[in-house]
Each structure stands twice: as structure tokens, then as C-alpha cells.
């Protein structure tokens, strides 16, 4: 069966301007839009995306239309995050356990094929080994990846720095997204855990005013690094670009994607598998 997997984009971003993007979807998702992304998407041999939330109901309006675009589509409606922490401009946030509960059951009712969460801040562009906020404690992230299991949902989560990575792989997260700065024995060890690098949403700030050429370089090479120990020890690895960033716009985007990782793990034998793998963990429930 032929068609590529992009396994991780947001379907309301335009590549290009994410103050624009939502301030486009605010009152609601405006269908052209979303059409003209899953067009594009369709153009560039894409049967199934993988959204990674927004906050305006843009996914859940991208999931009904797929069809029509021979995608299919899994959703987790929106994403879900710690008040105050990084986030919000993917999802909702929750101040206590009840509030996320609460959340999870909204993603549900919502029609979420899965829960995604963020477990950290974005990577740091300026400052080599940052991260936009602190990480959630460990205890937090196995607690609310346990309560989305027993819900039934897979979990997608965001995640950076090795002492957030190290507890989203302990806590049976269902896959990682980023993953930037993890620590070597992790990547030895996945476990059944499947990694999304997005690759390609960091190569995108090389060359972009106000960031650092060196330490993306650095962080990119590490990822590079790990990515072939995680290959090397049976380690599940999955292609998707964060289409809809900045620099990452939908379709090509994840050509770009394909084409850095294959690079990197000289040929497409493991993304094929990994593909496999996380289109059936996060089968769209429609
Ligand atoms: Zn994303």
C-alpha cells in the first residue's frame, strides 16, 4: 500500500505565521483554509496525518473533511498542558488532577482518537541545552499518562530534556514527540515507546534571524546521534516534520523530513516500520 504517513503536523498552521494562523481559526475553524493544508498534504502523497492539537477545533473540522482528500486523519482535539507552562498554543490547560480529568473527558467527548500532552517547553535556539520552562515532575507525567490510558487512549506527548524524556519513557507514553537533548541510555532503550524526532522543524531555524546557527547545528548532530543508537537497538522511529511550524509548511515538509531522517539512518527501512507502527497505535476511531 503506497501513501506516506505524516506523523506529526497541526492542520492550522500555515508554515509561516502562527500569530496569523490563529487569529484566522479564533472564531472558529474557516474551512478553505483547513481544505487548501489537506490539499497540499494530498499533493505530496500523504494518506495519513496525525494531528498534533490546536486549541479552535481546526483538527477535529480536518479529521471529517480528510476523506475527501484520501487521508486518514487521527485527532486528539486539543492538546492538553499544565497551567502556566508551555502549551497553550496548542490546547488547554488544567491547575489539578481533576481539572485534567475533566479535560480528558472533553477530548473524548470531542471525538479524540488520542491524548496528547505536553510534559516541557520547546527547545532553546539561543542557549545550548535549554528548554522553554521546566519540565513536569516525574510523578505528574506518569500520573496523567495512567489516568489517559485508562480512559483508553494512546498518548502523544511533547517532550524535551533527558530528565522529562526519562520519565515520559518510564510512564509507557505511547510516543515521543521532539525529543531533543535525551540522554544516551534512553535512546538505547524505547522501549515500546515510538520517537517522532520532527527533525525538520529544528533544521528550519538554521539560517533564521535571532537564533543560533551553532547551537541548532549541536542539538541537531546530538539528535542525529541518538537517533541512530535508538535505530541501532530496535527502537521504533516514526517520520513527522510539525507541519504547520514555521520553515515546515504541509506536504513538503514532511518530503524534508523523510529525506534528513533517511539521511541520517541511511535508507527508509526503519521509518517503514515505524510508520506502521504508530498509524496503528493511533488509528483514527471513526
Ligand atoms: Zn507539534
Redesign the pocket.
Known sequence: MGGLAEC???IFMNGQDYRAAAALHRNGPVESDVRAHLAACRDAGITYFRD??DAWGVSLLAARLAGEYGIRYATPAFAIHRQGRYGSI?GHGYGDLKEYRALVAQAKAAGADFIKLMFSGVLDCVRYGGVSCPPLPGAEIREIVHIAHQEGFPVMA?VNGPQAIRDALEAGTDSI?HGFYMAPDCAKALGSTIWVP?HA?IHAFLGRPGFSDQVVSQALAEQAERLRQAAASGGTIAAGS?S??VGVPHGAGLLQERALLEEILGGTEVLAQGDRALMERFCPRR
Open positions: 506529526h503536523g497541526h498534533g492539537g496548542v511533547h514527540e520532527t522543524a510539525d504547520g511550524a
